[in-house]
C-alpha cells in the first residue's frame, strides 16, 4: 500500500506538499495544493498512480495538470488512474521522452508492468520554460542523462528533481538514452548553480539540499582544496 512520507512537507505559505510514496521502488509522487484553494499539480504519478486519485477524491481536490520529470514507468503509470478523476488534465512531459512512453520500450526495465491504456503526453516540458500555475512560477531544468528528457522543476527555494538527483546518489546511466557524462554536466551545471539551501525533493528516497549534495553526495561533490 501507498504511503506519505514523513519530513518537511510545506514549500512556503502558498502550497502544501503531500508525498504519496510507491513502496515498490520508494518512488515519490507529489502533490501541491495551492493552500487558498482545491486546485493542485501532481509530479511522477507512478504505481502510486490508484492511491493519487483516491487522495483527490478524497480531499475533493481538481488536478490542473500532470508533470512528469521524465518517461520511465515507475514515474508515468498513474497517469491512468489520474485521468479517470481528472480527466482535462493535460500531461506534460520533455519532448525527448516521448519515445519512452511506448510500451514496446518499457519491456525489459523491470519497472512494473505497461499501462492498461496508451499514456500520451499533451504538451512538452521543455528546458528553460516556466509553468505558471495560480500566480505561482515552476522553472523547467533540462537535466538529461537519466533519460534524454529528464527535467528539474524548480519554484521558491525548492527542487523537485526527478531521478537526477538523490540524497547521497544520483540516477542510474545504464538505461536505454542514458548518459553518465551528460548527468555530471547536468547536476553540476543545471543543479549545483541553485543556491545551497535549495531542498532537493528527489524521485526515490528522502529529501536533501543542494549544500549537502555539493559537500556530501560522493558521485558529484564538488573538490575541495588542500
Request: aromatic residues 4%.
Amino acid at each position: 500500500m501507498s504511503r506519505e512520507r514523513a519530513g518537511r512537507q510545506p514549500l512556503d505559505d502558498l502550497v502544501a506538499c503531500t508525498v504519496v510514496v510507491d513502496p515498490v521502488f520508494d518512488q515519490n509522487c507529489y502533490v501541491l495544493l495551492r493552500r487558498d484553494t482545491d486546485q493542485v499539480l501532481v509530479v511522477d504519478p507512478g504505481l502510486q498512480g490508484e492511491e493519487v486519485a483516491r487522495l483527490l477524491e478524497r480531499r475533493r481536490w481538481r488536478c490542473d495538470a500532470i508533470l512528469a520529470t521524465h518517461g520511465h514507468p515507475d514515474h508515468v503509470l498513474g497517469v491512468p488512474h489520474l485521468r479517470r478523476v481528472a480527466p482535462t488534465a493535460p500531461l506534460r512531459l520533455n519532448r525527448a521522452d516521448w519515445s519512452l512512453l511506448d510500451p514496446d520500450g518499457w519491456r525489459g526495465l523491470g519497472i512494473g508492468q505497461p499501462a492498461p491504456v496508451p499514456i500520451v503526453p499533451d504538451q512538452d516540458l521543455a528546458g528553460g520554460s516556466v509553468v505558471s500555475w495560480l500566480g505561482l512560477e515552476l522553472a523547467v531544468r533540462h537535466t538529461p542523462g537519466h533519460t534524454p528528457g529528464s527535467v528539474c522543476l524548480v519554484v521558491a527555494g525548492d527542487c523537485f528533481s526527478g531521478d537526477s538527483l538523490f540524497a547521497g546518489s544520483v540516477g542510474r546511466t545504464d538505461l536505454p538514452g542514458g548518459s553518465w557524462p551528460q548527468l555530471l554536466v547536468s547536476i553540476r551545471a543545471q543543479l549545483f548553480t541553485l543556491p545551497g539551501s535549495t531542498v532537493i525533493h528527489p524521485g526515490h528516497g528522502h529529501p536533501t539540499t543542494i549544500a549537502a549534495e555539493r559537500r556530501h553526495n560522493p558521485f558529484v561533490r564538488e573538490p575541495t582544496g588542500g
